[in-house]
């Protein structure tokens, strides 16, 4: 293995934390990257603060604007690494979250977690909106497979115009559920364009607690991924159990999925940018495309983020901006695939 893709990692891991100090500095207070740092130091390590230090920078970087950047950022990378499985799976690069519907079923079954708790039903949001979205994305998923398949087989013409039809038939049912809501619509409405605002410390331990054991389990199986590239019989020769190792990876693409869009909202594309830009990089090799497309989806929805905040007169929900960037990187995808050209 060449030094290339490793250091590429190191990068994308220093970008990362240069981003998020960078980022906990910006807005309409502004915060230069040496306080902090300080703050960070101080929080951690203990000590004093520097006199001349505004009393109100630690509040804003701690309480504000860090768990909102946290949770950008780890939305962000589940989001890309649940795109690069789908991706590697069903080897068609059109393949993510929200292109196969995974992103709206988790969406309806937050949705209807939401509705639930408006119309008065006695359900604890806290639990039961990820428990929805995760029902909502599983649900669709055999959903889309199930209309793609043929012979026992996932048929990769078929597969996204799968999703695109029950992502339609999600659409409707969620119209329906902003009808029940009535007057609270707009909660809904704007959680639906995807949106961080307002995100705190729990939201950014929800997504770490279900993110990072998810990104463990695809990186044990990021070898056998790999090996099922050459075809199922050649896996199978080798002694990898393909039919095992689909189903566990799926089963963890779409619980981060899940969770990612009931922390968030609809946030969309970043599953099909970032895997495609850093396997032209990295290689298709698993090993290190995963990680790698946790450092960079972390990268990308925490700017996209921070452009909505701190740089727009007018805070724009996230969803809008990554879906005005990914469609039309969708459409030179897929006249790439129509040409032939890797």
């Known amino acids: 293995m060449s030094a290339k893709p490793p250091l590429t990692l190191l990068f994308l891991a220093l970008f990362l934390i240069l981003a998020i100090i960078l980022a906990t500095g910006m807005g309409f207070l502004s915060i230069t990257p040496g306080e902090v740092v300080r ?36 939305v962000g990378g589940g989001l890309a690494m649940a795109g690069a499985v789908f991706q590697a799976i069903l080897l068609n690069p059109l393949a993510d979250p929200y292109t196969l519907g995974v992103s709206s079923g988790a969406a309806f079954g937050a949705s209807l977690a939401l509705v639930l708790a408006i119309l008065g039903v006695a359900i604890p949001v806290f639990f039961s909106v990820p428990f ?56 809904i409405l704007f959680w639906l364009m995807g949106s961080l605002v307002g995100k705190t410390w729990s939201d950014v331990l929800v997504t770490a607690l279900f993110v990072f054991p998810c990104l463990l389990v695809m990186l044990y199986f990021a070898r056998d991924l790999n090996i099922m590239a050459f075809g199922g019989r050649t896996a199978e020769t080798i002694g990898v159990d393909s039919r095992r190792v689909k189903k566990s990876l799926l089963v963890c693409a779409s619980l981060m999925t899940a969770i990612c869009v009931s922390v968030s909202g609809i946030i969309g594309f970043v599953g099909l940018i970032v895997p495609h830009l850093l396997r032209l990089v990295l290689g298709p090799d698993n090993r290190l495309l995963i990680p790698a497309c946790f450092f960079g989806g972390a990268i990308l929805l925490l700017t996209a983020d921070t452009i909505t905040r701190a740089w727009l007169p007018t805070e724009l929900p996230i969803g809008i901006l990554t879906s005005l960037i990914g469609g039309p990187f969708f459409c030179y995808i897929f006249r790439r695939k129509q040409l032939g050209v890797q």
Not at 44 to 60: I, K, R, T
């Open 39 to 74: 703050v960070l130091w101080f929080k951690v390590w203990g000590g004093p603060l520097a006199e001349d230090m505004n009393p109100a920078f630690p509040f804003v970087i701690l309480e504000v604007r860090l768990p909102r950047i946290l949770t950008a950022a780890i």
């Open 132 to 187: 929805f979205a995760f029902l909502g994305a599983m649900a669709t998923l055999a959903a889309v497979f199930s209309l793609a398949a043929s012979d026992g087989r996932f048929s990769s013409n078929t597969l996204i115009l799968s999703g695109v039809i029950v992502a339609a038939i999600l659409s409707a049912g969620i119209g329906f559920i902003q009808y029940l809501a009535d007057e609270q619509v707009g909660v």
